[in-house]
Nanobody
């Protein structure tokens, strides 16, 4: 099992930037992907983007393409979500997640149901 801990959330004005971190620990060799999700109040988890472990390939939800960037530091087992040009509609609790141990190494999962291990989340609030 892998553990995930997010940090870096906060309050920012529209147009500003934040960088979130997702520190992973445990059996990190078992997970194929780290995904980022956000959840606005009263809504379901929305996929933001992911990074594949085997080759570092990144993929994003359309509304954040060109504004958000996912990267990783393999030496620290940490994945980052750099968020630029933030908008009020980006507000929500951001969580990182990893799929189960038998997930396909070359997959690009996007659905929350495909991810079994979740962090506690970090609040991002973008003011207008």
């Amino acid at each position: 099992q892998v553990q995930l801990v997010e940090s870096g959330g906060g309050l920012v004005q529209a147009g500003g930037s934040l960088r979130l971190s997702c520190a992973t620990s445990g059996r990190t060799s078992n997970y194929a992907t780290v995904g980022w999700f956000r959840q606005a109040q009263g809504k379901e988890h929305e996929f933001v983007g992911g990074i594949r472990r085997i080759d570092g390939f990144t993929y994003y939800e359309d509304s954040v393409k060109g504004r958000f960037t996912i990267s990783r530091d393999k030496t620290r087992d940490t994945v980052y979500l750099q968020m630029n040009s933030l908008k009020p509609e980006d507000t929500g609790v951001y969580s990182c997640a990893a799929p189960g141990a038998r997930s396909a190494p070359w997959g690009t999962p996007r659905k929350s149901i495909e991810f079994r291990n979740w962090g506690q989340g970090t609040q991002v609030t973008v003011s207008s």
